[in-house]
């Protein structure tokens, strides 16, 4: 068989956390879908991946298990501020951990009930150029005379100017010294984001509109 071409390449999921049992569910899941998505690793903890794993890696992202008991939100930031980007999977898919996997950095955030097609979908979009809101994020309550912010953190707000004030994504790495890839996730971050509260940005102009709304800039910084 020959081998694939660079549009038939599969999305790689390296899978953090959860029981074996889990992994091996969401292994056979994944090997139905189309476009392909393959498993590379299986890491017992976050420290193992951080430890294997220490820069992102094109066409790669993290499923991270976060358990239903004390999920360890800070070992999921420490691996979204390495510029992986990842979707967390839990059983508890309250809008408290949804609103904490968001502000952690996470791309999206889908339950563990949730059909495979759901997971699929995160995982594709995880690595591209649109955001993907799974169903229960897209839920989040909120006011509809009030805007919704989302939760930015530090880095992605850095990010998200310097993209503003530079001409590509490679200028933006030479002043924050980070890899463009690392820049590419933040900005995808940025988007799941406002997608999942209702106030989606496809487009630079469009982001540049909602960091103006959220007081992140002004017209004078651009």
Request: with cysteine; glycine share 6%.
């Amino acid at each position: 068989m020959p081998p694939p071409t660079d549009g038939e390449r599969p999305t790689s999921v390296a899978i953090v956390g959860g029981h074996r049992v889990v992994c091996a569910g969401v292994e056979t899941w994944l090997k139905g879908s189309h476009p392909r998505v393959e498993v590379i690793g299986y890491f017992a903890s976050p420290a193992e991946f951080a430890a294997a794993h220490p820069r992102a890696a094109a066409d790669a992202v993290v499923l991270f298990d976060l358990p239903c008991e004390g999920p360890d939100f800070d070992a999921l930031r420490q691996i979204c501020e390495a510029g992986h980007p990842v979707i967390a999977y839990t059983c508890s898919i309250t809008d408290d951990v949804v609103s904490a996997a968001e502000a952690a950095g996470a791309v999206s955030c889908v339950g563990k009930h949730e059909p495979e097609h759901v997971l699929t979908a995160a995982v594709r979009s995880a690595r591209g150029d649109h955001p993907h809101a799974a169903p229960r994020m897209a839920q989040a309550p909120h006011d509809a005379h009030r805007i919704v912010r989302p939760t930015l953190s530090r880095r992605e707000r850095q990010v998200l100017i310097a993209w503003f004030q530079t001409e590509n994504k490679h200028a933006v790495a030479e002043r924050l010294y980070i890899e463009p890839s690392t820049v590419a996730t933040h900005l995808q971050r940025v988007r799941a984001k406002y997608a999942a509260v209702g106030r989606p940005a496809p487009t630079k102009a469009a982001l540049v509109a909602r960091a103006i709304q959220d007081d992140i800039l002004s017209v004078d910084d651009l």
